[in-house]
């Protein structure tokens, strides 16, 4: 069957809708006018409760990563264990030829020969002193080999729409430009670790510093101890990438996401990203639609044990607006439809349009509420013949 979209409309599904009285307008002086000076050649800020974009200079320009490579390494392992494949206390020994080729090679957690760390320690050791032979190990630990693992996050990135990045490698570790991202995707990126794996990215990331074998690191991040519910994301650093960023921090349930990439000094990275998030929550504010779990509406399914699987909200969903300024949206629910069976609760399956006159349509995920499995046999009938009298 051709699948084709199917939009509803929300004003005529869900009268609670708040809906502001005016199309935009400032009051008083533009708040904009306070951003301050960004001298990456590529920057992007991201609401990620609402989808917008803050600011943006060059967001789809491919460049070299280096660490920040490991972002995407974290999020498939997340998604690993989320399935069962790979368990947190799951020990995995260091392969000769492997500590061979990552001993003390750039950031390391200093794994020796004969260490067997657990699943946990290594993902610490990626995130929070961004250990590359950490990765190397977990990638061979989890999938038998670095190709296999990289498979994975090329398969990850397309999922996710990022449609201008590819991975060569789980660290980032310099590779002939043959590993490249952009702003937009790894803003994506991001936002899809925060709010697909919550539990997992709050128990991993934020750490200021890491111990583990009677050595002490730090985290390089530049907003860790700087920056209000600064908790994200990675830095990175190699003499081909120059100095890159991805920050994130969140306050009163918003977050906020930033890229900077291809600085010439770690100084200038760290002091204008600060002054850039903070410019982030002073001159937006967050004008909440719906709460995480919210229902929006239901979209028809094929070939499932039901005929349809409601929608809800993956996080806290909203719209944001210069502060002060006021703005009319219209809400639409977009989905590629029927779904086919089966469908796992909070898989991604439709999406909602917020249209702000004079603005680009914002496009935030909505997720499956419950599971659907594949129908059997008499399933297949009873919604076939229900279908037919149009029920």
């Not at 590359?132 to 080999?145: H, K, R």
């Not at 929550?281 to 349809?308: D, T």
């Not at 599971?371 to 149009?390: F, I, K, Q, T, Y």
């Amino acid at each position: 069957m051709r699948l084709k979209v199917v939009t509803i409309a929300m004003a005529a599904t869900l009268a609670a809708l708040p809906v502001q009285a005016a199309a935009p307008e400032f009051r008083g002086a533009d708040p904009l006018g306070s951003m301050p000076r960004i001298d990456a050649p590529i920057a992007l800020m991201l609401d990620v409760g609402s989808g917008r974009v803050l600011f943006s200079r060059d967001p789809h320009r491919r460049f070299v990563p280096a660490s920040i490579t490991k972002i995407m390494t974290s999020y498939v392992a997340f998604d690993l264990i989320s399935k069962g494949k790979l368990l947190l206390d799951q020990r995995i020994p260091i392969r000769p030829e492997t500590f061979r080729k990552w001993r003390n090679v750039g950031s390391t957690m200093f794994l020796p020969a004969e260490a067997q760390p657990t699943v946990a320690e290594l993902i610490e050791g990626i995130v929070t002193v961004s250990a590359n032979d950490a990765c190397v190990v977990l990638a061979e630990g989890a999938t038998g080999s670095v190709p296999a693992f990289t498979a994975l996050m090329n398969q990850a990135a397309d999922e996710l729409g990022m449609r201008d990045s590819h991975f060569n490698t789980p660290n980032g570790w310099m590779d002939e430009g043959q590993t490249y991202v952009t702003a937009a995707d790894l803003a994506t990126l991001s936002g899809a670790l925060m709010t697909r794996f919550p539990d997992l990215y709050r128990r991993f990331y934020g750490h200021s510093q890491m111990t583990w074998n009677g050595i002490t690191q730090p985290n390089h991040n530049p907003l860790y101890g700087h920056t209000e519910g600064a908790d994200g994301v990675k830095t990175g650093f190699t003499n081909e990438a120059g100095y890159g960023f991805v920050g994130s921090a969140q306050r009163n349930g918003r977050r906020l996401v930033m890229v900077l990439g291809g600085y010439d000094r770690p100084i200038d990275r760290t002091n204008q990203s600060r002054a850039f998030i903070e410019w982030g929550f002073a001159a937006w504010e967050a004008k909440p639609i719906y709460r995480k779990g919210s229902a929006l509406g239901s979209a028809a399914v094929q070939g499932g044990e039901a005929r349809q699987v409601s929608l809800v909200a993956p996080h806290d969903l909203s719209v944001t607006m210069p502060k002060g300024a006021a703005s009319k949206y219209r809400l639409s629910v977009r989905y590629k439809g029927p779904l086919k069976a089966p469908i796992r609760k909070g898989e991604t399956v439709a999406s909602l349009l917020v249209r702000v006159p004079g603005e680009p349509v914002h496009v935030l995920p909505l997720a499956a509420g419950e599971d659907v499995a594949r129908g059997g046999v008499l399933a297949r009938l009873r919604n076939g013949a229900m279908g037919l009298v149009g029920l």
